[in-house]
C-alpha cells in the first residue's frame, strides 16, 4: 500500500486549485444567502468554474469519452429531433443521459460545450443535495467533499457521474419529504442516467422504511440482507446474464474476471474508503453514545457501511469493476462524516479544528481515488 507519491502531487497542481476556486464561490454564496441575487451570483460561479474546466478538456481526457460520449454527440448532431436521437446507433444509452446532449447541442453545438454542460448538470444535482442539507453542515464543506471525492472521476465516467448526484439529491429529498412524488421523479431521472443507479435507489427506499421498524424487525431484516448479499455473491455470473438477457445489454462483463487488467476494472480497494468507513463508523458509535444520533440514523448508517464492504469484497475477489457501484455510497458516507461531528460538537473554535481535519480526509481521497483516474489536458487553456 502506498501513500501520496510525487505523481499524486502532479495530478493536485491540476484538479485542486479549480476544485478549491468553486469551494470558494460556495463559501461566498453561503455568506450571503440572505441576499438572493448573492447568492445564485456566486453559486453560479461555483458551477461555471467547474464546468469550463471539464468543457475544455482534450477529447483524450476521460476514456469514456471517445468510447461513447463522441459518438452520441455526432449523432445528435446529425438527429433532427430526439425521437431520432433515440433510434440512432446510440439508443443503448440511457434516456436521460442522451437527453442532457440532445439539450446541450440545442444550446451550442460544439463537444466542448456539450461536454462542459454535462459537468454542469452533475455539479447541479450535487450543489442542490447540498443545498438541501445544508442544515445539518456547511453548504461549502458538503460540496467541497463531494466534489474532492466526484469531480475528476466525473471528467471520465460521465454517466454514472451523472446518475450519481442525482441520487445524492434524490437521497437529501428523502429526507426531507419522504417518498413523495418529487422523489419519485428524482429517483427515475437517476435510473434513466445509469441503469446502476437502481441499487442505491433500492437501498434509499429501504432507508425510508428504517424509522417504522422496531428492532425485532430490524434485525430480522438485516439477516435477509446479509444471506441476499451471501446469494448474489455466489451467483454474481448467473444473475448478471440474466439481467443481460432482459434489458438487451451485456453487463456480464461487470462479473469478467478477466478484465480486471482494464484500467476501469482494476481491483484495487482504495485505504481512503477504508478510512472513511473506519471513521464513519466511530464517529457513529460516539454520536448514538452521546444521544445525538437516533437508532433509525444509526441503523441506516450500519446498513451503508454493510453494503460498501459488501461492495469492496466483490470488488476484491471478482472484478474491480463492481468498485464502480461503491461511487453511491462512500458519497452518501461523506455526507454522513460531514454532518456527524456537528452534532456532536458545538464549540466555534472545535468545528474549525474539524473542518480542517475533514478537508485533510477529503483532499487524501482525492488523491488516492479520483486525481489520478484522470490525466487532464487541454490545448484550449495551453495546459
Not at 436521437?85 to 446541450?104: A, H, K, M, P, Q
Request: net charge positive.
Amino acid at each position: 500500500m502506498t501513500f501520496i507519491t510525487f505523481n499524486d502531487l502532479q495530478y493536485m497542481i491540476v484538479y485542486l486549485p479549480i476544485i478549491l476556486l468553486s469551494i470558494l464561490f460556495t463559501y461566498l454564496a453561503e455568506k450571503f444567502h440572505k441576499v438572493n441575487g448573492l447568492f445564485v451570483f456566486f453559486s453560479a460561479m461555483a458551477l461555471l468554474v467547474l464546468s469550463v474546466f471539464a468543457g475544455c478538456r482534450d477529447l483524450t481526457v476521460g476514456h469514456d469519452v471517445m468510447l461513447y460520449e463522441y459518438g452520441i454527440y455526432k449523432s445528435a448532431h446529425y438527429s433532427d429531433s430526439f425521437i431520432d436521437l433515440l433510434n440512432s446507433d446510440v439508443s443503448g444509452i440511457e434516456f436521460i443521459f442522451l437527453l442532457i446532449n440532445y439539450i446541450g447541442i440545442k444550446l451550442y453545438d460544439n463537444i466542448h460545450f456539450v461536454l462542459g454542460f454535462i459537468s454542469f448538470v452533475t455539479s447541479l444535482f450535487a450543489y442542490l443535495a447540498c443545498i438541501r442539507y445544508k442544515k445539518n453542515a456547511p453548504l461549502w464543506l458538503l460540496f467541497a467533499g463531494y466534489l474532492l471525492l466526484n469531480y475528476a472521476s466525473s471528467l471520465n465516467i460521465m454517466r454514472q457521474n451523472v446518475a450519481v448526484a442525482i441520487c445524492l439529491y434524490a437521497y437529501t429529498i428523502l429526507k426531507d419529504n419522504g417518498l413523495n412524488r418529487y422523489f419519485y421523479v428524482v429517483a427515475i431521472l437517476a435510473m434513466f442516467s445509469h441503469n446502476t443507479a437502481i441499487i442505491p435507489i433500492a437501498a434509499l427506499f429501504f432507508y425510508h422504511f428504517i424509522p417504522k421498524m422496531s428492532s425485532k424487525i430490524y434485525n430480522r431484516v438485516l439477516f435477509i440482507l446479509l444471506l441476499g448479499i451471501s446469494v448474489v455473491y455466489y451467483s454474481i455470473d448467473h444473475i448478471l446474464s440474466s439481467i443481460s438477457l432482459v434489458l438487451q445489454k451485456d453487463y456480464t462483463i461487470y462479473g469478467d474476471f478477466s478484465i480486471t487488467e482494464s484500467g476501469w476494472a482494476e481491483l484495487i480497494i482504495p485505504y481512503t474508503y477504508i478510512i472513511l468507513i473506519c471513521l464513519l463508523f466511530y464517529c457513529s458509535m460516539i454520536g448514538k453514545k452521546k444521544g445525538v444520533i437516533s437508532m433509525a440514523e444509526w441503523n441506516e448508517y450500519k446498513c451503508t457501511i454493510l453494503i460498501c464492504v459488501f461492495i469492496f469484497i466483490m470488488g476484491a475477489t471478482l472484478t474491480g469493476s463492481m468498485l464502480r457501484l461503491a461511487y453511491y455510497f462512500i458519497t452518501f458516507c461523506v455526507f454522513y462524516i460531514v454532518q456527524i461531528p456537528y452534532r456532536i460538537i458545538t464549540s466555534r473554535d472545535k468545528r474549525i479544528l474539524v473542518n480542517v481535519l475533514l478537508i485533510l480526509l477529503f483532499v487524501l481521497m482525492f488523491f488516492k481515488t479520483t486525481a489520478g483516474s484522470v490525466d487532464y489536458s487541454s490545448t484550449i487553456l495551453s495546459i
